[in-house]
């Protein structure tokens, strides 16, 4: 049975897309038939992120206006044989992804996947309730700040009243995400602790991801991070979270711990 999993945030530009991407391609690397959807409908970008911008020839909003068929607009990965994309719409009419039109698709995905990535837009508004309506698990993306800390907060409630579990009286699993995370910022004060953020928040630690430019540099390359420099500190950070969201118990890496062995392995220079 295929778990379906919304990437969520509430506000815009924390790494919702890069986080879609990145567990998209871990969960296929570990064998998993894997589909991700970009629900942000007139800005698409998942496919830009994926490498994939230049194949879509037709998309979500295509398949639930009934111009192609939903096997016609998935967009399988180049590197991986068991990823595949349903692309956003470039269209300016949000109000062509429909509650039944979507409903109708994710069913037929249901039975081809074993897990289905939706990313969805900032914001609060239909196209944000659309990607989580079907949501089994929430991974709510949030940088450590406090406007992003607010807006998921505000997600979470919707989380528990606005989508298919909640209209079951089911219980949605949410994993609190942290990217974009600075630990020399941190320890300054110019940002949110971890220790912070789940106070506020109280929704299980995914992960944490660091800030790094090799995010930019995957993202430039069309390949999503895990993919891109699997070694690399964010890919590690994403890799590790994936092994927890498919329900392996491992400990979660805070980026202070890699600096505190670095720090033991050569000593402090001199200056
Ligand atoms: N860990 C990170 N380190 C550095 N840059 C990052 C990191 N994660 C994301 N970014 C950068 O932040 C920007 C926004 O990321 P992304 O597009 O994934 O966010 P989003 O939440 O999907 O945005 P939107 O709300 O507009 O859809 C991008 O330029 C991306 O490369
Ligand atoms: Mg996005």
Redesign the pocket.
Known sequence: MAKVIVVT?GK????????TAAIGAALAQRGERTVVIDF?VG?R?LDL?MGAERRVVYDFINVIQGDAKLPQALIRDKRLDNLFLLAASQTRDKDALTTEGVDDVMEQLKRYFDWIVC?S??GIERGATLAMRHADAAVV?TNPEVSSVRDSDRIIGLLDAKTQKAERGERMEKHLLL??YDVNRAERGDMLKVDDVLEILSIPLLGV?????D??RA?NLGTPVTLADPRSA?AMAYSEAVRRLAGEDVPVTMPGDKRGIFDKLFGRRAA
């Open positions: 945030s815009g530009g924390v790494g919702k897309t890069t986080t942000d800005l970008n992120v990313d837009p900032a993306v990217t974009r991801i660091p800030e790094s430019t995010v930019l993202s964010p």
